[in-house]
């Protein structure tokens, strides 16, 4: 009878167990942290946008409407494998204050020499290495890669004007770019005319 009464608890206990125990988890809500976070990346990510960083530091591919980024390459900055149009006439720009610029948008040359757009992915050929203070430094000071003793940042980086970007603004554009894939690309050293 006992033997009978251990059965019977056990087939009717089992099932309460086995349902319990076999049950999805809840899914996990996002923390107050994580949202914050995906908040930031999405409003550098308008910043970015807004502001046209794409137009230098994206290379572009031609179209019949002309030059269009190539969003697979988005920020890498000017391809280290394509050269400045090697032939242009220097005299052209000392001499009549103008500038011009590469077939991609990713390099110009002018008065203050030829310049190539940096490499704005998270790789360490781009600002994978930075810290959020060098980011800043380079924005705020157009120090190159933000370093304190670094040279200055050339044109056409307007970092004039996006100096006066606060904090925040400034965070979120460095969350959103620190989101991105790598793309490893060494951007070319700027020269002299």
């Excluded at 999805?24 to 930031?40: C, F, R």
């Excluded at 704005?120 to 203070?133: F, R, V």
């Amino acid at each position: 009878m006992r033997l009978n009464y251990c059965k019977g608890l056990i087939l009717a206990i089992l099932p309460a167990f086995l349902f319990t125990q076999c049950q999805q988890p809840a899914s996990k809500e996002p923390t107050s942290s994580e949202t914050a976070a995906e908040d930031l990346v999405a409003r550098g990510e308008y910043l970015v946008n807004a502001m046209g960083c794409d137009d230098c530091h994206t290379p572009k591919t031609m179209t019949p409407e002309g030059p269009a980024p190539d969003m697979s390459r988005r920020f890498m900055g000017h391809p280290a494998e394509e050269p400045f149009p090697p032939a242009f006439d220097t005299t052209l720009i000392t001499k009549n204050n103008v500038a011009i610029f590469s077939p991609g948008l990713t390099a110009g040359a002018g008065p203050w020499g030829v310049s190539f757009a940096g490499n704005l992915t998270p790789d360490e050929t781009g600002i994978g290495t930075w810290s959020e203070e060098q980011f800043f430094r380079a924005i705020r000071e157009g120090k190159f890669k933000g370093l304190p003793n670094g040279r200055p940042m050339l044109p056409p980086m307007p970092w004039q004007s996006y100096r006066n970007l606060n904090d925040e603004d400034l965070s979120a554009v460095f969350a959103y770019l620190k989101s991105l894939p790598p793309i490893k690309n060494v951007v070319p050293a700027p020269k002299s005319l």
